[in-house]
Structures are given as structure tokens and as C-alpha cells.
């Protein structure tokens, strides 16, 4: 069964430091990677896809790269707000478990002004 | 557009009712999902369907929970007899397309049940 984790599980930082968010999953068969942020009470918003076949998306201040030999994918922040606070999940969808995602446990972000 | 659709945002049972869960995916998506996100648990995958069928309940964790959709749209979820560990927020998704391994997944914004 595919294991997503996410370190840290939570973060605090000043407004304007760059950070990077890890995932990891343990079955390097996956379709996509997909970075999703959540708010408290809220449904998910997805902010990034990665292909399998990709290296790297870059949306705004986001960048996610993925090496899927070693089963990792970051989530880099550059100069962060306090409007980035949230919790940031990832999720992979696996070759041989239909078109599910498995999600991390998130790591939760404060971003202090 | 319309995003992805839930109802109702919260939801209050006492234990042994039934409740259901009511999506409207993005128009022209497809695919739909429901998932669920416990207290501590993650967010976990319940059922998947490709139009009106489902080609995948393995989330379902019991036999007390069903869904379906009509019309290659709104689905209902259904759970039977509901136990305090319902509890939850239950979150639905949809996408384009089932064939490529690039549809991304867009999320409702769930509909959190209290059982007591």
C-alpha cells in the first residue's frame, strides 16, 4: 500500500522567508503528484499537478519538484505571507489502485507578519 | 464556472439515522469521488465513479455506506445506521477524465457530520 508522508507536520515562519515542504511516498508506480492546500473549515484547493514524466511546476511563488526514482516531491514557497498560512497536503495517484488519490497527513504553516 | 458542489455543509444526526450526502461535480467532469477526512486519520478515498458506475468502492468501509450517481452528474452518498465514528468531514472531488493520467482532481468544500 502506497505511504505518503509529509515533514514537517507543522512550520512557523517570519513573512518573507522561503520555505520548502517535503513529501514522500513509498511505491515509485504513480501517475501524478498533486499539492493541495487546505484552510481551516474549508474544502482543498489544488495548486499544483505534476506528471509523472515531469520534474518540476512552477505556479507564482510555488514551485513542486518531483523524483519519483527516490519517492520524494517539494513544495518551495518563495517569500511567504501571512495568506500562505494553511495546511499543505500531498497526494499521489498510483498505477495500481484505480484513480485514487493517497494523501499525506499535511504540514500545517503559519506564516507570522 | 461552477466549482464543485456539496450539501449540506454540516449535517447533525443521532446515532442510527441515516444520512445523505449530496455532490455536484464541475459540468462535464467525468469522474467523481468521495472521500473522507477524520479527526487525525487524513484524508482517506472511499468510491470513485466513471459516469453512473463505480468501478471502485474499495474506500467503503463498511456495508452501511453506498452511493450512486445519475445522469452522469449529482451524487448521493448514504450511510445507514450511522455510528459516532461517521464522523467526519466528507469531501467529494471530480475531474475530466478517467483515460489519462493527467486529470487533475478538484474538491467540494465537504460537508462535516456530527453524530451523537
Known amino acids: 500500500k502506497q505511504e505518503v508522508t509529509q515533514i514537517p507536520a507543522a512550520l512557523s515562519v517570519p513573512e518573507g522567508e522561503n520555505l520548502v515542504l517535503n513529501c514522500s511516498f513509498t511505491?515509485?508506480?504513480?501517475?501524478?503528484l498533486q499539492w493541495f492546500r487546505q484552510d481551516p473549515g474549508k474544502g482543498l484547493t489544488s495548486l499544483l499537478l505534476?506528471?509523472?514524466?515531469?520534474r518540476e511546476q512552477t505556479s507564482g511563488r510555488l514551485n513542486a519538484s518531483l523524483d519519483k526514482s527516490s519517492g520524494r516531491s517539494t513544495l518551495y514557497i518563495a517569500a511567504s505571507q501571512p495568506g500562505d498560512s494553511a495546511t499543505y497536503l500531498c497526494a499521489v495517484r498510483v498505477s495500481n489502485s484505480g484513480y485514487a488519490l493517497n494523501f499525506g497527513k499535511g504540514t500545517s504553516l503559519l506564516v507570522t507578519p | 464556472g461552477a466549482g464543485v458542489s456539496q450539501s449540506p455543509s454540516n449535517k447533525v444526526t443521532e446515532k442510527g439515522k441515516d444520512v445523505e450526502l449530496r455532490c455536484d461535480p464541475i459540468s462535464g467532469h467525468t469522474a467523481l469521488y468521495w472521500y473522507r477526512q477524520s479527526l487525525g486519520q487524513g484524508l482517506e478515498f472511499l468510491i470513485y465513479f466513471q459516469g453512473n458506475s463505480a468501478p471502485d468502492k474499495s474506500g467503503l468501509p463498511s456495508d452501511r455506506f453506498s452511493a450512486e450517481r445519475t445522469g452522469g452528474s449529482v451524487s448521493t452518498l448514504t450511510i445507514q445506521r450511522t455510528q459516532q465514528e461517521d464522523s467526519a468531514v466528507y469531501l467529494c472531488a471530480s475531474s475530466l477524465s478517467r483515460g489519462s493520467s493527467y486529470n487533475e482532481q478538484f474538491f467540494g468544500p465537504g460537508t462535516r457530520l456530527t453524530v451523537l
Open positions: 511505491d515509485s508506480a504513480i501517475y501524478n
Open positions: 505534476i506528471q509523472s514524466s515531469q
